[in-house]
């Protein structure tokens, strides 16, 4: 018969188990195409109007450094409504949403990334009249980033 101690290691080992994010796992047999395909809710985007400006070469995926520029008047009948940052090989691909509204001024964003390995990062926009746009750059990464998983 387990001892008490035995009983509590056990419920803690299966708690440990059911934290651990399901998204993690499943998000790897996912492709960059696919990943958008979820955030654009089915629709393709449009490879115009983006510009996103990230090394092509990083030493250390600890910190990367992006920016993002939408060509956009930012006025309230047409503005860009968030912008999606996804990179497919990280554990978390959905790196960041960044919301934006006509306040903003200008549809400019920059930001640090943390890099799992070399891949391809994309930029997805969402104008405010249902259009959707999008920038790729590949990455490649030297000393990997995220390799714990978090």
Same mark, same amino acid.
């Given at each position: 018969?387990?001892?008490r101690?035995?009983l509590?290691a056990?419920?803690a080992a299966?708690?440990a188990?059911?934290a651990y994010?399901?998204?993690?796992?499943?998000?790897?047999n996912?492709t960059?195409?696919?990943?958008v395909r979820?955030?654009?809710?089915?629709?393709a985007?449009?490879?115009t109007?983006v510009?996103?400006?990230i090394p092509a070469?990083v030493?250390?995926?600890?910190?990367?450094d992006?920016?993002?520029a939408?060509?956009?008047p930012?006025t309230?009948a047409?503005?860009?409504r968030?912008i999606?940052?996804?990179?497919?090989?990280n554990?978390?691909?959905?790196? /960041?949403?960044?919301?934006?509204?006509?306040?903003a001024?200008?549809?400019?964003v920059?930001t640090?990334?943390?890099?799992?390995?070399?891949?391809t990062?994309a /930029?997805?926009v969402a104008?405010?009249?249902g259009?959707?746009a999008?920038a790729?750059?590949?990455?490649?990464?030297?000393l990997?980033a995220c390799?714990?998983?978090?």
């Amino acid at each position: 018969m387990p001892s008490r101690r035995d009983l509590v290691a056990l419920a803690a080992a299966g708690l440990a188990l059911t934290a651990y994010p399901a998204s993690a796992g499943a998000a790897e047999n996912e492709t960059l195409d696919e990943l958008v395909r979820r955030v654009t809710d089915g629709a393709a985007p449009a490879e115009t109007g983006v510009t996103l400006d990230i090394p092509a070469l990083v030493e250390n995926g600890n910190s990367v450094d992006v920016r993002i520029a939408v060509d956009s008047p930012m006025t309230e009948a047409e503005h860009v409504r968030w912008i999606h940052l996804i990179a497919d090989r990280n554990p978390f691909p959905d790196m /960041a949403r960044i919301h934006l509204s006509p306040r903003a001024g200008l549809a400019e964003v920059a930001t640090t990334l943390r890099l799992a390995q070399s891949q391809t990062v994309a /930029a997805v926009v969402a104008h405010s009249d249902g259009r959707y746009a999008i920038a790729k750059a590949p990455v490649v990464v030297t000393l990997s980033a995220c390799i714990d998983g978090g």
